[in-house]
């Protein structure tokens, strides 16, 4: 079956960076769409970044553009989350997320059929 596990969350200072991973199993993950979301406590879920099936073309955030950056490693099976210059505001529980169906990247949540288990980040000041 399709399995996503995520690692690499955890506690980290304000200004400080931290990388994410999102391992793939049941499929080759070069071909979905991968999208990172995070919740925050009492706030809805939001998408953070894409990276496209079809061409690698990334998106992100206005909050996080110019900090995060994802990346594959197809070699790997492994999308990651690269998060620089952390803020307190970044901490939420992140979430990794696949679309087979559409190949360019959106932060519709709906849209994704398979989904990590989550990681805590938190963002101390």
């Known amino acids: 079956q399709v399995q996503l596990v995520q690692s690499g969350g955890g506690l980290v200072q304000s200004g400080g960076s931290l990388r994410l991973s999102c391992a793939a199993s049941?499929?080759?993950?070069?071909?979905?769409?991968i999208g990172w979301f995070r919740q925050a406590p009492g706030k809805e879920r939001e998408g953070v970044s894409c990276?496209?099936?079809?061409?690698?073309?990334?998106d992100y955030a206005d909050s996080v553009k110019g900090r995060f950056t994802i990346s594959r490693d197809n070699a790997k099976n492994t999308v990651y989350l690269q998060m620089n210059s952390l803020k307190p505001e970044d901490t939420a529980v992140y979430y990794c997320?696949?679309?087979?169906?559409?190949?360019?990247?959106?932060?519709?949540?709906?849209?994704?059929?398979?989904w990590g288990q989550g990681t805590q980040v938190t963002v101390s000041s």
């Open positions: 049941g499929f080759t993950l070069d071909d979905y769409t």
């Open positions: 990276i496209s099936s079809y061409d690698d073309s990334t």
């Open positions: 997320a696949a679309d087979g169906l559409r190949d360019f990247c959106s932060f519709y949540v709906y849209e994704y059929d398979d």
